[in-house]
């Protein structure tokens, strides 16, 4: 599948998960910040691309919600050495440098846009 | 219409464009008892049901109008939390678009501020002798 | 108005599909002198059963939740003396819950029908074996001097309806 039909598609389903215009949903797009996705959406999301790129997502395969859970990955409300291994090991597509720069809990959400789908997508298709 | 009242209180209306109505929630209910045993909570679709009553009261008001409205589609219901026996629950209707008299709404509901529940939904004019397209 | 409104399961493939009844009589108090059957509780019979669709895959006193409803539209209405048609199906399944598609028919006639998302609580909250919360909800009864009002004991959707409570 061509990079153009993925990104076109994911967009789509991020829209119709969130009830919002295919523009509204760039690339760019943070989907808790700008597309203000809840926790519903991210499940919602989840299935939307099952369905439609016909890929099977493993639990916290795309959206590793153990970040969240986990004691030993958080510190604080910092994300400790073992979390971060444990985006990176997760999200292997994430580029997470500036993430690192400053690694507060609550910006992970930040590093889910639609971008990040279309990567994934991207692997899981490829594979 | 009538048959079960879901709308208390009608606190704003401008006909054709926007309703505010009020629902509070009584333990002593019967739905409650069953949803769910032990944990009252509103079922959404009674909030659904909450939006359509309130709408066709927006409709019904407006120059000429009627209330033989009934529902047509539901788009995007979300749920944010549950509202609750002791809590009075705000359902905020407001007219989107009008096409081939079917009606779209935003709805909002809310208690004290805080989001319950949104959604779209549309009404189309109540016949009784209509058939699903097949 | 009480709030089951599956009557019987016909059919069900724990997680998979399920066909389910509900019937519509002037008994049920929210009918009153409405000419049809308000479609909101058509929707509310496709989602109890793809609700208890998802709890039987799920395992034993798993609950549920409605997640969301994605799309639902209406045709036409259900009158007293029908028997509404309730087949839902899993789209797809994952731990954390289901997309279920449902549609309700009357003698082949649909009336609606609706995609949705159920959400499985965490297994942690499952709530303990029947015996003991039969036994507190008693307890409970007594101290409040409600034996009377006390029904059989079956919480949740229906009397026998639900395949785990036969089991």
Redesign the interface.
């Given at each position: 599948m061509e990079e153009q039909e993925i990104i076109a598609k994911v967009r789509k389903c991020v829209a119709t998960a969130l009830g919002r215009d295919e523009d509204e949903v760039q690339l760019e797009s943070v989907l808790s910040r700008d597309l203000e996705a809840e926790s519903i959406d991210y499940l919602d999301i989840t299935f939307q691309l099952e369905r439609e790129f016909g890929i099977s997502i493993q639990k916290d395969e795309l959206f590793p919600q153990k970040i969240f859970q986990d004691e030993t990955l958080v510190k604080d409300g910092v994300v400790t050495e073992k979390g971060l291994e444990y985006l990176q090991e997760k999200m292997p597509y994430v580029e997470l440098d500036s993430f690192r720069e400053d690694p507060k809990v609550t910006k992970v959400p930040e590093l889910f846009t639609v971008n990040l789908l279309v990567n994934f997508v991207k692997s899981k298709v490829a594979a | 219409?009538?048959?079960?009242v879901f709308v208390d209180r009608i606190v704003e209306n401008q006909p054709g464009e926007r309703v505010v109505a009020l629902k509070a929630l009584a333990f002593n209910e019967?739905?409650?008892?069953?949803?769910?045993?032990?944990m009252p909570v509103l079922?959404?679709?009674?909030i659904?049901?909450g939006f359509?009553q309130a709408a066709r009261e927006c409709l019904a008001a407006r120059e000429g109008g009627h209330d033989r409205w009934?529902?047509?589609?539901?788009?995007?219901?979300?749920?944010?939390r549950f509202a609750a026996p002791g809590e009075v629950l705000q359902l905020e209707a407001d007219l989107d678009k009008e096409e081939d008299g079917v009606i779209w709404f935003k709805g909002k509901a809310s208690v004290d501020g805080t989001g319950v529940c949104r959604?779209?939904f549309a009404l189309k004019v109540?016949d009784?002798n209509?058939?699903?397209?097949s | 108005m009480r709030y089951v409104l599956v009557d019987r399961f016909l059919e069900i493939e724990a997680g998979s599909r399920a066909r389910a009844v509900k019937c519509v009589t002037r008994g049920e108090e929210f009918l009153g002198d409405l000419p049809h059957y308000p479609s909101a509780l058509v929707l509310e019979s496709l989602l109890q059963t793809g609700g208890a669709l998802t709890r039987a895959g799920a395992g034993p006193r798993r609950m549920s939740v409605l997640g969301k409803v994605n799309r639902a539209s209406f045709a036409g209405h259900a009158q007293p003396g029908d028997r509404i048609d309730l087949e839902v199906s899993v789209a797809l399944s994952r731990p954390e819950g289901t997309l279920c598609e449902g549609v309700a028919t009357v003698e082949g006639r649909e009336v609606g029908r609706a995609e949705f998302m159920i959400v499985l609580l965490p297994p942690e909250m499952t709530p303990p074996p029947d015996a003991e919360r039969d036994a507190y909800r008693g307890l409970l009864a007594r101290a409040l001097g409600l034996e009377s009002a006390l029904d059989n004991g079956h919480g949740g959707l229906g009397s026998g309806a639900l395949p785990e409570e036969n089991a």
């Open positions: - | 219409m009538s048959g079960y019967e739905f409650f008892r069953d949803h769910f045993p032990g079922p959404g679709a009674m659904l049901e359509v009934t529902l047509d589609e539901v788009a995007g219901m979300r749920f944010n959604l779209r109540y009784p209509e058939r699903a397209a | -």
